[in-house]
């Protein structure tokens, strides 16, 4: 069968740039990979001449000669023979091919690992009273991790060496390899993708670049905070590959629970005990807040689970915009020791009260006798 033309199957115009000629490859590819249409021999066909026009097209000099002479056959000797048997520059369409496979399987594909890797991220629990979650503070925190030699400066190799080119990928970083028209590159196990060996290790980190050392940080908890936050410090994390960035260290934060507070949000909760004589009478109480005691009036009948507000005594906003309240629930203590003398007073006490002094009780006896009527 007479073969189309190059242009054609791409779908772009004879005069058309380098950056439309991988765009219109790049989306046939896409749609025909065999690796998506699993058992379509039409797709696959369509993949492979695609693959083909792509690979002459994408050649400066090649494109040259297909312009003159067409599919003419002599004059294509030198354009490296069948295309999916072992492409003769390869480059342009590996880099496809790279492409693609970090599209369709979210990986890397044949792309090069970088040759100066990002350090890995660290992750440290830091435990914080209420109080300094509430508003900030300065902590020291140790921890041992790893630290970018002084003796070889990260390059693993001893002080007047240099490492070598790796000898199995030709300082590459990575094996390619090719079988029928699939083109896949894995990293070098000789070097580990980083394209080069070390002949003679550095004594002191073993080659490795790093050793383990305890390091002593002042982290600053800002007001706000609370259980789950995570402060980045930048570049604390373990250092990069062959002179690559640092990585963070992540702090993340746990409060202590307080003994008389609770939290929600910004606002700050306690329970305080009262007397029954204190609700009845009404009095002035000390009430315990974040930054000390404050006067709280009890106004008389008070009732147990009564909340009162104190503005402004509870947590500041994280972002700095204002701060919660302090809601002081009162609970009315029932006495459990009575002496004689307490216990005839409140027996009189309950002798002279009628129902108008618990207000109440009025209302639950009322709802009652609407509910059963006189029984």
């Not at 830091?126 to 503070?137: D, H, R």
């Not at 002035?284 to 507000?309: F, M, N, W, Y």
Request: glycine residues 14%; contains cysteine; hydrophobic residues 30%.
């Amino acid at each position: 069968m007479e073969k189309r033309d190059y242009y054609e199957v791409l779908g772009v115009e004879r005069t058309c740039d380098g950056t439309t000629l991988k765009s219109a490859y790049r989306k046939l590819a896409l749609m025909y990979h065999p690796d998506k249409n699993p058992g379509d021999k039409a797709s696959e066909d369509k993949f492979k001449e695609a693959s083909e026009a792509y690979e002459v097209l994408s050649d400066p000099e090649k494109r040259a000669r297909y312009d003159q002479f067409g599919h003419s056959k002599n004059p294509f000797e030198g354009f490296g023979g069948n295309p999916f048997g072992g492409f003769s520059g390869g480059a342009s369409i590996n880099d496809i091919f790279g492409d693609l496979f970090g599209e369709m399987f979210g990986g890397a594909g044949g792309r090069r690992r970088s040759q100066r890797g990002r350090g890995a991220d660290l992750r440290f629990n830091l435990e914080v009273s209420f109080e300094e979650a509430a508003f900030g503070c300065e902590a020291q925190i140790t921890l041992q991790k790893p630290k970018r030699c002084e003796v070889c400066h990260g390059q693993g190799a001893k002080p007047g060496t240099t490492p070598k080119v790796c000898p199995t990928c030709h300082g590459s970083g990575e094996i390619r390899l090719t079988q029928g028209f699939f083109s896949i590159a894995r990293p070098c196990s000789q070097c580990g993708g980083s394209g080069k060996v070390i002949a003679d290790p550095c004594t002191t980190c073993k080659g490795r670049g790093a050793v383990q050392a305890e390091s002593t940080l002042t982290v600053k908890v800002p007001p706000g905070v609370d259980a789950g936050t995570r402060l980045k410090l930048s570049g604390e994390g373990e250092p990069g590959e062959n002179g690559g960035p640092n990585g963070d260290l992540y702090v993340t934060l746990h409060v202590r629970e307080h003994p008389i507070f609770s939290r929600e949000d910004t606002d700050v909760w306690c329970e305080v005990p009262i007397s029954f004589a204190q609700a009845a009478l009404g009095a002035q109480i000390d009430v315990p807040t974040l930054e000390g005691k404050v006067k709280l009036k009890i106004t008389p009948g008070t009732q147990s689970g009564a909340v009162v507000r104190l503005k402004g005594k509870g947590i500041p906003n994280l972002q700095g915009y204002g701060r919660g309240d302090q809601h002081v629930r009162v609970v009315v203590e029932t006495p459990t020791q009575l002496s004689k003398e307490q216990r005839e007073l409140l027996e009189r006490f309950a002798q002279i009260s009628g129902e108008d002094s618990n207000p109440q009780s009025r209302s639950f006896l009322s709802k009652v006798k609407e509910l059963f009527g006189n029984e």
